[in-house]
């Protein structure tokens, strides 16, 4: 998700961001509904392995690839 962020951040106006805006509403759905996050505590203890995991994630884009 930070990946995807910078990549939008960095990307000049009309650069056609179409592609990173939809992976990052989908990563934002998983996130959100993913049942990990069930309990409140969980945000707190277990953010960092979560984020580790979606970093190594096979269908997550490759550096400076978008989502189509």
Do not use: F, K
Request: with cysteine.
């Amino acid at each position: 998700m930070q990946q995807t962020y910078a990549e939008l951040a960095q990307a000049p106006a009309g650069a056609g961001t179409t592609a990173l805006r939809r992976w990052l509403i989908a990563l934002s759905g998983n996130l959100c509904s993913h049942p990990y996050w069930a309990a409140s505590a969980a945000w707190r203890a277990g953010g960092v392995e979560l984020r580790r995991a979606a970093r190594t994630h096979p269908s997550a884009p490759a550096d400076g690839e978008a989502a189509a």
